[in-house]
């Protein structure tokens, strides 16, 4: 195990109607000089103009999403693994929603049996699989996704998980979101933690199940405000699930931005460096910054995206650098 893992920067660094050529994307990101690679799984009407962009670039697509509902053209979760390796990506991320397209809410056979025939397809095409902790999908209920990996391991098949912290933080004293994801009388009750601080918090329990091979930052803060300057599909207005990592400018975000309150989401990402550096076992091979345009995240900010995201990575090697020095030097890795 090496504690060095390439860092890639999310394709969604734009805000909505601001169309770029894929060249021209993989140059913002290139140019910033904060990032190892690009994570996108292109849609197959551009997938060759992207693997032409990365080549002129020279900077790599390794890591990408799939989003998909059961039930609506499910043949093309193996297809896409055929497209990820053509593109040259080393891992699949899923974000696998909570119900399937008749409206029921996803059994845990189901979302084995989708897990496991995604990694099948993958282990052909040589593209490695992970399920990721997500809002609106099967993992925002947190109690099922240790018992998920249990039982795709029992089938006999290796799970990675992906891990954005950012999707627990936000929830983190706000009584309506954790009700969303049933944990609100646990949390209450002092049963589930989910304060990254704590040793006995979720995030330590999904750590210690060696199935984090892919992790995401994307800083939150607890009781996240909403953003107010979004826009569901329907009108709504969005939850935050985003916070800006450096100061905005005047005018430039909706709510006062104060730096302490991003210790949270910090410590979260903290805690995964530990368990990277400290332990043998840990099969974490990607992490990527967040920072993200739609409705939920950052859709209506004033500032820049990408200089956002590039901060996030920045941020991300110093500390790796900073704790693995710490550990070399037999410095015990504590918060």
């Known amino acids: 195990m090496t504690s060095e893992f390439p860092i890639g920067c999310t394709y969604n660094f734009l805000q909505p109607g601001a169309d770029i050529a894929p060249l021209e994307r993989f140059r913002r990101v290139r140019d910033t000089g904060a990032f190892d690679y690009l994570h996108w799984l292109p ?24 989003i998909h509902r059961l039930g609506i053209n499910d043949e093309r979760l193996t297809g896409c693994m055929d497209d990820a390796a ?17 409206g029921h809410e996803l059994t845990d056979d189901e979302i084995v049996s989708t897990y496991l025939r995604m990694a099948e397809a993958g282990d052909r095409a040589g593209v490695a699989l992970a399920f990721e902790l997500h809002v609106d999908c099967w993992s925002e209920k947190y109690k099922r996704v240790t018992p998920v990996i249990r039982q795709v391991r029992a089938a006999g098949a290796p799970f990675g998980l992906t891990i954005d912290y950012s999707h627990v933080v936000f929830k983190i004293d706000n009584p309506d979101q954790l009700e969303i994801s049933d944990v609100r009388e646990d949390v209450e009750q002092g049963r589930i933690v989910l304060d990254p601080f704590d040793d006995d918090c979720l995030l330590a329990e999904w750590l210690s199940l060696d199935a ?15 953003n107010i300057w979004g826009k569901n599909p329907d009108g709504s207005t969005p939850r935050g699930i985003m916070y800006p990592f450096e100061r905005p400018g005047p005018g430039e975000w909706h709510t006062r931005w104060e730096a302490w309150r991003l210790e949270v989401c910090k410590e979260a990402f903290r805690r995964i460096l530990r368990y990277h550096l400290t332990q043998a076992e840990s099969p974490l ?14 859709m209506g900010a004033g500032f820049s995206l990408l200089e956002q995201n590039a901060a996030c990575a920045r941020w991300i090697r110093e500390e790796r650098a900073r704790l693995a020095a710490m550990h070399k030097s037999g410095i015990p890795l504590s918060h």
Request: proline residues 7%.
């Open 86 to 102: 053509r593109a040259g990506l080393k891992l699949v991320n899923v974000m696998l929603n909570t119900c399937a397209a008749n």
């Open 43 to 66: 849609p197959a009407e551009i997938l060759s103009d992207c693997v032409a962009a990365s080549e002129k670039t020279d900077l790599p697509m390794l890591t990408g999403n799939v």
């Open 285 to 298: 091979r990607f992490a990527i910054t967040e920072m993200i345009g739609t409705s939920d995240y950052g």
């Open 212 to 226: 984090v091979s892919f992790a995401q930052f994307r800083p939150a803060v607890p009781d996240n405000p909403r």
